[in-house]
């Protein structure tokens, strides 16, 4: 499967803390994606980094990209409980790069 | 971005029958895409639709299973023929913005096949 990973596979923080998820992947890419799911619905795009970028920021997420270790992460500063929800990153290959592969996802809940 | 919408937004159905799922968008785009997501699973994408051509299927999809029509550049439809338990999914088509390669997602479609 060309499927990527994702960690943690759940995640369980406190209001005001920072969420940091980890995404790896396995083939090259033209840009990475970041998505938020709410309960099932429809998914909202947060952000996406071009494989030439290190590093992008939007709000309280900021994203990071290393195409040699083939891994991003997206870090949400001062978590709010709204900020529950699931969350993918998606791959576009090089090759073919209007697909996206998307990764197993992390679910985030954040507590009041 | 985009705005995207499906119909229907849930069915349920029985087994054997086959439901159409449409999507719409509010401008016109090359290609459009559908996805499958399985209860508790990630997304997988079922096949490519460009207007005016046969839709690319990904593994693990046939036409014969997942017809896909791509009348204009605004409308596409997903049939799931023959529904078996196994195809209860949320299916989501997807579009991406001109030049940006962002891809924005409609709402889903909810099916639950008894």
């Known amino acids: 499967s060309q499927q990527g990973e994702e960690d943690p596979q759940a995640l369980s923080i406190q209001e005001g803390e920072n969420a940091t998820m980890n995404c790896s992947y396995k083939t090259s890419i033209n840009n990475l994606q970041w998505y938020r799911q709410n309960s099932g619905r429809g998914l909202v795009h947060l952000i996406l980094?071009?494989?030439?970028?290190r590093e992008k920021h939007s709000g309280r997420l900021r994203v990071t990209l290393d195409t040699s270790k083939k891994s991003s992460s997206l870090l949400i500063t001062a978590s709010r409980a709204a900020d529950t929800a699931s969350y993918f990153c998606?791959?576009?290959?090089?090759?073919?790069?209007?697909?996206?592969?998307f990764g197993t996802g992390t679910r985030l809940l954040v507590s009041p | 971005s985009a705005v995207i919408s499906q119909k229907p937004s849930r069915d349920i159905c029985q087994r054997g029958t086959s439901l159409t799922i449409q999507c719409q968008v509010d401008s016109q785009v090359t290609m459009m895409f559908w996805y499958r997501q399985q209860p508790g699973q990630s997304l997988t994408l079922i096949a490519t639709a460009n207007q005016g051509s046969e839709a690319t299927y990904e593994s693990g999809f046939v036409i014969d299973k997942f017809p896909i029509s791509r009348p204009n550049l605004t409308f596409s439809t997903l049939t799931v023929s023959n529904m078996s338990p196994e195809d209860s999914s949320i299916y989501l088509c997807?579009?991406?913005?001109?030049?940006?390669?962002?891809?924005?997602f409609g709402p889903g479609t909810r099916l639950t096949v008894t």
């Open positions: 980094i071009r494989s030439n970028e």
């Open positions: 998606a791959t576009s290959p090089s090759v073919g790069f209007q697909k996206l592969v």
């Open positions: 997807s579009v991406e913005r001109a030049s940006s390669y962002e891809q924005y």
